[in-house]
């Protein structure tokens, strides 16, 4: 396994969770990959549709 470079952050909470998750794959099994990126999208979805306030 390589090292990865630090995660950009944005902030956002939800987002900033969604690109941890995302990035966090490569340590689990593939099987768990689709559901990953189906709440990362949802998540990131949701804040699309509902910004904060300070974003």
Do not use: N, S, Y
């Amino acid at each position: 396994m390589t090292e990865q470079p630090e995660l950009p952050t944005t902030g956002i909470e939800d987002v900033d969770a969604a690109l941890t998750a995302v990035a966090g794959l490569e340590e689990r099994p593939v099987d768990e990959h689709a559901a990953t990126f189906e709440e990362a999208h949802g998540a990131l979805r949701r804040t699309l549709d509902d910004p904060p306030p300070d974003a």
